[in-house]
């Protein structure tokens, strides 16, 4: 399984981003399927999962303002991002795992300016 994350850029504090983590597989199939993020100084962190039942799991820090969702004709599971705070700047990492395999895609860049 490859993933492949987009979606990062600069923002201004209050604004939206919308992250998307496409799959070479169907993501239906995977058992947890979520977006860590890990800020300069700090150890990597979950934001937000979904189960392969569709079971959604967020950091305290963003519920009510992001979320997470999948698309199963792209094969891709997004995190759409709302009234994002400076504290939210992170480098965001996908992530893929079922019961014998745990995959990361490449980090993508939330800046997000005060």
């Known amino acids: 399984v490859q993933l492949q994350a987009s979606g990062g850029g600069l923002v201004n504090a209050g604004g939206s981003l919308r992250l998307s983590c496409a799959a070479s597989?169907?993501?239906?199939?995977?058992?947890?399927m979520g977006w860590y993020r890990q800020a300069p100084g700090k150890q990597r962190e979950l934001v937000a999962a979904v189960t392969s039942g569709g079971i959604t799991n967020y950091a305290d820090s963003v519920k009510g303002r992001f979320t997470i969702g999948r698309d199963g004709a792209e094969n891709t599971v997004y995190l759409q991002m709302n009234n994002l705070k400076p504290e939210d700047t992170a480098v965001y990492y996908c992530?893929?795992?079922?019961?014998?395999?745990?995959?990361w895609g490449q980090g993508t860049q939330v800046t997000v300016s005060s």
């Open positions: 992530n893929a795992r079922n019961r014998n395999w745990d995959i």
């Open positions: 597989t169907n993501i239906f199939s995977i058992a947890l």
